[in-house]
């Protein structure tokens, strides 16, 4: 199984390119998805967090990320435990799907993950895929298209790794400064030029 780990900063266009590279016939891991998972109604981490974490939970048992998000992230302390609770499932899980999907004969493996980089997973990759665009084209499509708030988009974008050292830790850079159609016909280029294609 061929894995390519797909990453880029907020907005940058990662969503459109794993639902091309799945039409295309890739397996999608998808890491955001992962880490909502671990914590929903039913798993250990949530009733864990609802331990550690006044009030994180919901009237209706579901987690209030707002009120956990200002508790996990004032204080080292806060994240740390935060993390020692969400981590290990969030590893297990993500184990688990590349797992499955080399048991299912897949191919190629596409693992989305915004942090790839951050974290130091690099070397669980084959090939490193990111996507990118100038950070302010970012912040508009944000605001535009998904409605965020201008001032939360500056600070998401600030709060993830610059754009230059992304770039750097690239196999491949998928460009999307211009329309939806340029970016898809980039990841149909990658996709053919992946060892096995053709
Ligand atoms: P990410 O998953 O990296 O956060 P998305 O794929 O969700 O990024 O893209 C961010 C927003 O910009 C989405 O609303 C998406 O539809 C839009 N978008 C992505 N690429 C383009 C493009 N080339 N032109 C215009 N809008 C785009």
Redesign the pocket.
């Known amino acids: 199984m061929y894995i390519i780990g797909l990453t880029?900063g907020?907005?940058?266009?990662?969503?459109?390119v794993s639902a091309r590279l799945a039409e295309l016939g890739a397996t999608v891991v998808d890491a955001d998805l992962i880490s909502r998972e671990v914590v929903e109604p039913g798993e250990p981490a949530l009733a864990e967090l609802g331990e550690t974490f006044d009030g994180v939970l919901t009237a209706d048992g579901t987690l209030d990320r707002a009120e956990l998000a200002r508790q996990a992230f004032s204080s080292p302390e806060g994240t740390a435990k935060l993390n020692a609770i969400t981590h290990p499932r969030i590893r297990e899980r993500t184990v688990r799907q590349f797992r499955e999907a080399a048991e299912a004969g897949a191919r190629y493996l596409v693992y989305d993950m915004p942090l790839l980089i951050e974290n130091k997973e690099t070397d669980k990759v084959q090939t490193v895929l990111v996507?990118d665009a100038p950070d302010e084209l970012r912040i508009r499509?944000?605001v535009d298209?998904?409605g965020l708030d201008e001032a939360d988009a500056r600070r998401r974008i600030a709060a993830q790794i610059d754009r230059e050292t992304r770039l750097a830790a690239a196999d491949t850079v998928l460009d999307?400064s211009?329309?939806?159609e340029?970016?898809i016909a980039q990841v149909d280029a990658f996709w053919a030029g992946l060892p096995g294609q053709s």
Do not use: A
């Not at 907020?10 to 459109?16: F, L, Q, Y």
């Open positions: 880029g907020i907005g940058s266009g990662k969503s459109t996507v499509r944000l298209q998904r999307n211009g329309t939806r340029d970016l």
